[in-house]
C-alpha cells in the first residue's frame, strides 16, 4: 500500500524566517503519526502546509509533496479545497475560538455536509463522537458546551465528510487533564476505525500512547524520530531527551523540610456569587518557606483561593491572616504595609506588565537597583532597555520572577507560571523557584493544572474539586497513594511516557 | 421581558431629559416670550396682555413646566409662535420629506460600504479604496453636495437642481449624505474583516474546503458587523446634522428647514418639539441596535 502522505525535502520560509527546512516523512494508511515541538519549532506549520494553509505569505518548496498519490506541489485552490476537509481534516486547538462563535455548532458540520455534497446528518456525527443529547446540542453555540464536548464538535466538523486523513494540532492543550484523556481516547477509536491520524503537540507524554512513531521537531528541522517507547530508553539528540524527563514524572531529588512559622492561613472559607457556591469550606496554610501546591481542574476553586489571598475577593464567610495580622475584612490601608510581602507570578506575563514599560521600569517599580534581581533570574543587563515584547516566553517569566523577589516578599503565589513554557523552558524556570525558596526562605502557593510540575517543586499539596478541598498531603504520600476518589482519577488521567513502553 | 421593561423605563427618561433640559435652556435664553410671539406684529399694552393670557405666561414657572410636560404626553406640542399653528402639524408634513432622505441616505451607505469592504480585498483595491474613504470622510457634507449639484444637476442636467419631486430629487441630496458614511463604514467594516479572518475559527472553515469568498461572506462578516452596528449612534447624529445642510443645499423641504428656521426666529415651541422628536428617534434607534446585537450574537442572549 502506498503512503496517505509523503514529504521530501520540504522547506516553508516566511520572507526571512525559515520555519520549515529541509523536512521528509510519510504518513501510512491507518497509522498514527505525531510531530512533537516547542513553539517555532514549525510543527504547526507542518501541518497546515499538508491542506495548503501555510498561511499567507508562506513559500512552499518540496522535492516531493504527494496527497493520497497526487502531486500537490502544482494544486490550484480548487484542487485544495477538495483535499480540505475531503481529504484530511483538521482539528486546532481550542473549540471556542477554532469553531465560528456566532454560529451552531450544527450549522458548523452541516457547512462541511454540504461543501462536499456528502450525505449525512449533524446529529448521527456528533452521536459518533459520544456527544450526550445531540439533537439538542446540534442547536447550541460553542460558548454554551463544555470544552470537552466543544472540541467534540470540532473533530466531529473535521471527520463530517469522511476524510482518511485527520491532522489534530494541539487538540487537548486547552482541556483539564480528565477531558484531555477522554479526547486522547476518540483520538484512539477513530484510529481503530481505520482513519490516519497526524497529531500535532508540544507535549510527548500526550502523544505517547497513541502515536505508531513520534517525530521530534526543532529549529524546522526533524532531529530525532521513532516510537515513543524507543525515545524514553535512547534519546540521543538532548532536545529529545529534555522533552522525555518533562513528560515523566520526576519526583524531586531532596525534601527539605521548611522551617516553622506560618506566613498565610486560610480558615474555612467560602465564597458565594448569589445562590452559586465557588469555594466552601477552604483550610490552607503556608508554612514559612515552604512550597504548597494546588491542584485542580478548571472551575475548582482555586483561582478564588487565590484572589481571596490577594484580597481581591471577600470572603462571604471565614478568614484569612496573613505575615501575624488579619488580611480579610480589614479595610485596604491596613493590609498596604504588608502587600509587599505578597507577590504573583502570573501564567502570561505579558499581559500583566505595561507594554510602554522597559524591564528596567518594570522590575525598578518593585525596587530601585534591577540589576542585581535581573541577574539572580539569569539575565543580563541587555535586557534592562528592551520591551516585554521583544523577549521570549523564559525571559519575560524570568523578568516577572525578578520583580516578585525584590520587594522579598514571604509569599508569592505563583498561577501556572510556567503552562505557557515550552519544556526546555519549563525546567529552567521550577529550578529558579526551587532556588530562590532555598536561598531566600520565601514560601511558594503554587497553583497548576499540572501534576508533574507539583511533584517536582511542591512539599505539600492541595487537590480541589468543584470549590472544595478533596485531599492535602504530603506530596509523597499523595502521589503514591492517593486517598480520594478525585485524586486518584486525576493521576490515572495525566498523560505518561509509561503507557506507551512496549 | 423584563429586559423589555428596563429598556423602555429608560427610554423614557431620557426623553423627559431631553424635554426638560430643552425646556431649561428655553428659560435660560435671552429674551421675552411675548417679544417672540408678537414677532413684528403690532405691540400695544393690550395686545400684550391678551397674549399673556392667552398662552398662560402669568402662571408659575414650575407650573407651565408640568403643564408643558403634560401636554407633550399626551401628543400635544403646543403651537409654533412663529406660524400660529399647532407644532404637530407643522412637523407633521415636513417630516416625510426629511424620514426619505434619512431613511435612503442610511440604507445606501451601508450598502455601499458592505459592497466597498467585501470586494476591496485585494492589496491594490484596498489602498484605492482606504484613500478615497479617508478624502470622503474629511470633506464636509456641503462641500460634496455643492459639487455633486455642479457636475451632475448643472453640466449634465442629470438630476433636478432643487426640490422634493420623484426619486430624481432624492438620489443626489442621499449620495451627499451617504457618501461620509459608507466611508467610516467602510473602515470599522474592513478592519473587522480582518479581524475575523486571522481568527482560528477562519482557518478551520477553511479547513473545510470553503472558497474564501465563502469564509467571507459567511463567517467573517458577522463578526466585522459587531463594531459597525455600534455606529449607529453616531449615524443617527450625521444623518440629523447633514440633513439641515443637504436639504439648505439642495433647496428641499423638510426638518432641517423648519429647525433652521425656529432656531433663528426664538420659535421656542418648534425647537423642543425636534429636541424630543430627536431623542425619541435615538432612544429608538439604539434599542434597535441592541436587538439586531442579540441577532448577530449569541453570546450575548440569556440562556
Redesign the interface.
Known amino acids: 500500500m502506498s503512503a496517505l502522505v509523503e514529504v521530501e525535502d520540504l522547506h516553508v520560509t516566511f520572507g526571512d524566517v525559515q520555519a520549515v527546512r529541509g523536512i521528509s516523512f510519510a504518513v501510512e494508511p491507518g497509522e498514527c503519526v505525531a510531530i512533537v515541538g516547542e513553539s517555532g519549532s514549525g510543527k504547526s506549520v507542518t501541518a497546515r502546509t499538508l491542506v495548503g494553509l501555510a498561511g499567507p505569505g508562506a513559500e512552499v518548496r518540496a522535492a516531493a509533496l504527494t496527497l493520497d498519490g497526487r502531486d500537490a506541489r502544482g494544486f490550484a485552490e480548487r484542487d485544495w479545497r477538495r483535499v480540505r476537509g475531503g481529504f484530511a481534516g483538521l482539528v486546532l486547538q481550542d473549540a471556542l475560538v477554532s469553531l465560528d462563535p456566532l454560529r451552531s455548532i450544527g450549522a458548523e458540520i452541516g457547512e462541511v455536509l454540504r461543501e462536499h455534497q456528502v450525505d449525512g446528518e449533524v446529529v448521527r456525527l456528533l452521536a459518533d463522537v459520544h456527544v450526550p443529547e445531540p439533537e439538542r446540542r446540534a442547536k447550541q453555540y460553542p460558548h454554551q458546551l463544555s470544552g470537552g464536548l466543544r472540541q467534540r464538535a470540532l473533530i466531529a466538523s473535521a471527520i463530517a465528510a469522511s476524510p482518511p486523513l485527520l491532522i489534530a494540532d494541539e487538540p487537548t492543550t486547552a482541556l483539564d487533564v480528565t477531558v484531555q484523556a477522554r479526547i486522547l481516547g476518540l483520538l484512539g477509536e477513530l484510529k481503530e476505525a481505520g482513519r490516519t491520524l497526524l497529531l500535532i503537540s508540544h507535549d510527548l507524554a500526550v502523544v505517547a500512547k497513541l502515536a505508531d512513531r513520534v517525530l521530534v521537531m526543532k529549529d524546522g528541522q526533524i532531529v530525532e524520530s521513532g516510537t515513543a517507547g524507543m525515545l524514553r530508553a535512547g534519546a540521543r539528540h538532548p532536545y529529545t531527551k529534555q522533552l522525555v524527563a518533562a513528560a515523566e514524572l520526576h519526583p524531586r531529588a531532596a525534601t527539605k523540610r521548611p522551617s516553622t512559622g506560618v506566613v498565610a492561613e486560610v480558615r474555612g472559607f467560602r465564597k458565594d456569587y448569589g445562590r452559586h457556591t465557588v469555594a466552601r469550606d477552604v483550610d490552607l496554610t503556608v508554612h514559612r518557606g515552604e512550597i504548597v501546591g494546588l491542584v485542580g481542574e478548571s472551575g475548582s476553586g482555586k483561582t478564588t483561593v487565590a484572589h481571596a489571598l490577594f484580597g481581591l475577593v471577600e470572603p462571604t464567610a471565614g478568614e484569612i491572616t496573613f505575615e501575624d495580622g488579619p488580611w480579610s475584612g480589614v479595610p485596604e490601608r491596613r493590609r498596604r504595609p504588608r502587600r509587599r510581602k505578597l507577590q504573583l507570578i502570573s501564567q502570561d506575563p505579558l499581559s500583566s506588565f505595561d507594554p510602554r514599560w522597559t524591564v528596567r521600569r518594570i522590575v525598578g517599580e518593585a525596587t530601585g537597583t534591577p540589576l542585581p534581581f535581573l541577574e539572580r533570574v539569569g539575565l543580563t543587563a541587555d535586557v534592562l532597555d528592551r520591551y516585554p515584547r521583544q523577549l521570549s516566553g523564559g525571559q519575560r517569566q524570568r523578568v516577572a520572577i525578578a520583580r516578585a523577589i525584590a520587594p522579598r516578599p514571604s509569599l508569592i503565589v505563583c498561577d501556572e507560571p510556567v503552562s505557557a513554557l515550552d519544556v526546555s523552558v519549563q525546567a529552567q524556570v521550577l529550578g529558579l523557584l526551587a532556588g530562590i525558596r532555598a536561598e531566600d526562605g520565601t514560601a511558594l502557593l503554587f497553583i497548576s493544572h499540572d501534576l508533574a510540575v507539583i511533584r517536582h517543586l511542591a512539599d505539600r499539596v492541595l487537590v480541589m474539586k468543584d470549590g472544595a478541598v478533596v485531599e492535602e498531603g504530603p506530596v509523597e504520600r499523595v502521589f503514591a497513594a492517593p486517598e480520594h476518589e478525585y485524586t486518584r482519577a486525576l493521576l490515572a488521567a495525566a498523560p505518561t511516557l509509561e503507557v506507551a513502553a512496549p | 421581558m423584563r429586559a423589555v421593561l428596563r429598556r423602555a423605563g429608560s427610554g423614557l427618561i431620557v426623553l423627559w431629559a431631553a424635554a426638560t433640559a430643552a425646556y431649561l435652556a428655553l428659560l435660560a435664553a435671552p429674551g421675552d416670550t411675548v417679544d417672540s410671539i408678537i414677532g413684528d406684529g403690532a405691540d400695544t399694552p393690550l395686545i400684550r396682555s391678551q397674549i399673556i393670557q392667552e398662552w398662560g405666561l402669568d402662571r408659575p414657572a414650575v407650573v407651565q413646566y408640568l403643564d408643558y410636560l403634560w401636554r407633550a404626553a399626551h401628543g400635544d406640542l403646543g403651537r409654533s409662535y412663529l406660524l400660529q399653528r399647532p407644532v404637530r402639524d407643522v412637523i407633521g408634513e415636513q417630516l416625510t420629506p426629511t424620514l426619505e432622505l434619512a431613511v435612503a441616505a442610511a440604507a445606501l451607505g451601508v450598502l455601499i460600504a458592505l459592497v466597498l469592504a467585501v470586494t476591496t480585498r485585494r492589496a491594490w483595491a484596498r489602498r484605492t479604496s482606504s484613500t478615497t474613504e479617508l478624502v470622503l470622510v474629511s470633506t464636509p457634507p456641503f462641500l460634496i453636495g455643492i459639487v455633486l449639484l455642479s457636475v451632475f444637476s448643472f453640466r449634465f442636467g442629470w438630476f433636478p437642481v432643487s426640490g422634493d419631486r420623484g426619486v430624481a430629487a432624492l438620489i443626489l441630496p442621499a449620495v451627499t449624505l451617504a457618501l461620509p458614511i459608507a466611508g467610516v463604514l467602510t473602515q470599522v467594516l474592513r478592519d473587522g474583516l480582518d479581524r475575523a479572518l486571522s ?3 477562519a ?10 469568498n ?1 469564509v467571507l461572506i ?2 467573517a462578516l ?2 466585522a458587523l459587531l463594531p459597525a452596528v455600534t455606529l449607529t449612534g453616531w449615524l443617527f447624529g450625521v444623518l440629523l446634522g447633514g440633513a439641515v445642510i443637504v436639504e439648505q443645499v439642495f433647496g428641499r423641504p423638510g426638518l432641517g428647514q423648519v429647525t433652521l428656521a425656529a432656531v433663528n426666529s426664538k420659535d421656542m415651541p418648534v425647537v423642543l418639539a425636534v429636541v424630543v422628536l430627536s431623542a425619541f428617534v435615538y432612544v429608538l434607534i439604539n434599542t434597535l441596535a441592541d436587538v439586531v446585537y442579540l441577532a ?4 450575548l442572549r440569556r ?1
Open positions: 481568527e482560528p475559527f482557518v478551520t472553515a477553511r479547513s473545510r474546503g470553503l472558497a474564501e465563502a459567511r463567517h458577522r463578526h448577530i450574537d449569541p453570546r440562556s
